[in-house]
Structures are given as structure tokens and as C-alpha cells.
């Protein structure tokens, strides 16, 4: 099956940039602040307008609304509903596919339960721990069983401890569903704890390159940097 497919997709900040995922892989985007990361999978996502073409599965995603683009995604703010509780966040993207009530609760159930935040289900966000509160968005950008994950710095501002336990359950939790992905980091670590392999972005320009690590030999920046 194809997985995702970039053909001069660009914008104001992002220069004509071509990109090929597999099916099933996942590939972190590295790159300095500002470089135009988050508007790369913002632009994915259907969030805002682009030249170029978007493909999915085969399917041009041209015109087709973000509710209906078979996406996850978890923004770097998680936007997670402050008057809902987790479990009516996670509803939310299931309103827009066919099913029963009966179907979508135990959808949402199993999803509390993969992502370990079920003890939390009828919390609303405000009352949750940072790390509670990432796992509830991964949660809700997971329950529809999206072809494609975008995960924006999805573990930032939590604790090592935290962030290698929610690498070691993202990783095997993606792999399980066959889920293709973009993670956008600045961790070089993250990048290699949840993808397959990296890209950088800088300056709005996209490049493929293979060293993630800096060193005083280096005459250029490393994929962090
Ligand atoms: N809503 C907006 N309106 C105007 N400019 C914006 C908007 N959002 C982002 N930008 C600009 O677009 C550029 C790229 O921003 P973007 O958020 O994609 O960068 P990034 O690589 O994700 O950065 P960071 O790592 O700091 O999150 C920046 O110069 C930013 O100021």
C-alpha cells in the first residue's frame, strides 16, 4: 500500500519540497526553530493552503477537509477541549465516521487503554499532569486509527524518565497498528527513539541527510542543530 507522498508542496515559509514515506514508516523532521516544521504537517493535515500536491494512500488530498483525510494529528499546544472530559475529547474524531454509540465507546475504551490514560478518562484536562495530558492528545490522535500520524514535539517539557517510557510505548504502539508517521523533533534522540529515519529542515528547505550528531570535525550543522 502507498504511504505518503509530498510533490512540490510549498508556501510562504517552505520552498517547493518533495518527500516519500512508506507505508508503515516513520520519519522524524529535525530542524532549528522557526525553519517551518510545524507548517509542514499543519499543511499535511489540511490546516492551511499550499502549492503542490499532497497523496495519501494514492489518493490526492487536494481539497478534502481535515476531518476527512484519514489523519492523527497532535499539535504542540494539544488543543485538547478544556469543558470536555478525555474520554469526550477522544469522541470527537469519531463523530465523523460511521458506527454505533456502542462501537465508539469501546473504541474510545480500548484507546484510554493503549495509551495507559484510562484511570483519567472522566477528568477534564486542566485537572491532568503534563504527561497525562500528552497521552490523552496522542490518545485522541490515535482513536480513529488514522492512516497517517503526525506527532508536532510530541513529548516536550516532561521529565526523561517520562519522555523514554512514552518513546518505548509510541514506538511499539505505532508499529502494532502499522500506522505511517511524521514526528517533528528538536531531540535527536526522540528522532531515533520513534523513526525509522530523518529529514531536516532549515530555512524552509528540505534535505535528507544521515548525520544526527554533532561533532567538533563537523563543517556543517548536524540534523539538530
Ligand atoms: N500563523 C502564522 N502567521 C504568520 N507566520 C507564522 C504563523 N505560524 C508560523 N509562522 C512563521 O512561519 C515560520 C515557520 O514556523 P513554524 O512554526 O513552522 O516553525 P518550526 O520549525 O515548527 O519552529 P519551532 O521548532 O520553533 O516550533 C516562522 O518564521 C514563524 O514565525
Excluded at 516536550?156 to 524518565?161: F, I, R, V
Aim: overall charge positive; some cysteine.
Amino acid at each position: 500500500m502507498p504511504g505518503l507522498q509530498l510533490e512540490g508542496v510549498a508556501n510562504a515559509v517552505l520552498a517547493p519540497l518533495a518527500l516519500r514515506v512508506r507505508a508503515g514508516e516513520a520519519v522524524a523532521i529535525l530542524g532549528p526553530s522557526g525553519a517551518g516544521k510545524s507548517t509542514l504537517l499543519k499543511i499535511i493535515a489540511g490546516l492551511l493552503p499550499h502549492r503542490g500536491r499532497v497523496v495519501l494512500g494514492g489518493q490526492d488530498l487536494t481539497g478534502t477537509p481535515p476531518h476527512r483525510r484519514g489523519i492523527g494529528y497532535m499539535s504542540q499546544d494539544l488543543h485538547l477541549f478544556p469543558h470536555l472530559t478525555v474520554a469526550q475529547n477522544l469522541h470527537l474524531p469519531l463523530l465523523f465516521h460511521r458506527g454505533t454509540r456502542t462501537a465508539r465507546t469501546a473504541r474510545v475504551a480500548e484507546t484510554l487503554r493503549l495509551c495507559s490514560i484510562a484511570h483519567r478518562a472522566d477528568r477534564r484536562p486542566a485537572s491532568l499532569s503534563g504527561g497525562e495530558r500528552q497521552r490523552a492528545a496522542l490518545a485522541r490522535a490515535l482513536v480513529a486509527r488514522p492512516r497517517l500520524l503526525l506527532l508536532d514535539e510530541p513529548f516536550a517539557n516532561l521529565d526523561h524518565a517520562t519522555r523514554a517510557t512514552l518513546w518505548r510505548e509510541v514506538d511499539s504502539l505505532r508499529r502494532d497498528l502499522g500506522m505511517t508517521a511524521l514526528i517533528v523533533t528538536h531531540d535527536p534522540a526522540e528522532a531515533a527513539a520513534l523513526a525509522d529515519r530523518s529529514v531536516r529542515i532549515a530555512g524552509g528547505i528540505l534535505t535528507e541527510r544521515t548525520d544526527t550528531t554533532c561533532s567538533p570535525l563537523m563543517t556543517t550543522p548536524c540534523f539538530a542543530c
